[in-house]
């Protein structure tokens, strides 16, 4: 069982969290969009599921518009026994680098209407709520091997469908014993890891054989399986 001060950090790297590019404010979906909401195009989340059409010709488009990947895998950490222990510390990095800090303490909400709000006023404002002296959540321009130096962690386990495969009892074993490790998970629908990425990594894993499985499931499994590799669960 790891010590008192154990302390676990999940990234969500390269996550599919973006206000609506410039490029695409005039196109009809996103104005149609942005109009009915009563909001300019650049304050509305870019949505496939939304804005498709406008999407095409969008830069590494395969890896942009989901929030939903943060939303229900931030469900799945919060609500986490990790989390309810105090060890868990969950930072999300976008995919044009900018980090989200949220508070353990933080309830997001489950309606997902409701959290694309929340997210569009955190890139307006920087904080939620707005004006605190302790907001519970923060975002700041940061790239990933920034936000990797500040957490200061010499133990960086990413997990990719191109790593070595590992058991998830195996991997929740070298957590436990790793002083505050971080675990990096990808917060995009498709596509890989950028080059940077990988370089920032001690190790390597998949934890499904080289498939691919959906982020917040990749979350469930290894948070779950190291709660009960530390006796919490």
Do not use: C
């Not at 929340?118 to 307006?124: D, G, K, P, T």
């Amino acid at each position: 069982m790891a010590g008192t001060n154990y302390e676990l950090t999940l990234v969500l790297a390269e996550s599919a969290l973006e206000l609506v590019p410039r490029e695409l404010w005039g196109h009809p979906s996103v104005y149609k969009y942005a109009r009915r909401r009563g909001k300019p195009p650049g304050q509305v989340l870019l949505d496939r599921s939304i804005h498709h059409q406008a999407m095409f010709r969008l830069p590494r488009s395969e890896k942009r518009g989901r929030p939903d990947i943060v939303h229900v895998s931030l469900l799945a950490a919060l609500d986490s026994p990790l989390n309810r222990e105090g060890i868990l510390r969950v930072y999300v990095h976008t995919i044009n680098d900018y980090v989200i800090w949220i508070n353990p303490k933080t309830r997001i909400p489950r309606n997902y209407n409701r959290f694309v709000g929340l997210m569009e006023q955190l890139f307006e404002v920087g904080q939620v709520p707005p004006n605190a002296p302790e907001p519970l959540i923060t975002i700041q321009p940061m790239n990933l091997p920034s936000l990797i130096s500040h957490i200061g962690s010499k133990e960086v386990v990413l997990l990719s469908e191109r790593g070595e495969q590992i058991k998830l009892a195996k991997l929740a074993a070298r957590l436990a014993k790793a002083e505050n490790p971080v675990v990096i998970v990808g917060g995009f629908p498709h596509g890989d890891f950028e080059k940077e990425t990988y370089d920032l990594a001690s190790e390597v894993y998949s934890i499904y054989g080289g498939r691919s499985l959906e982020a917040w499931t990749v979350v469930s499994h290894v948070l779950a399986a190291l709660a009960q590799e530390l006796r919490i669960v």
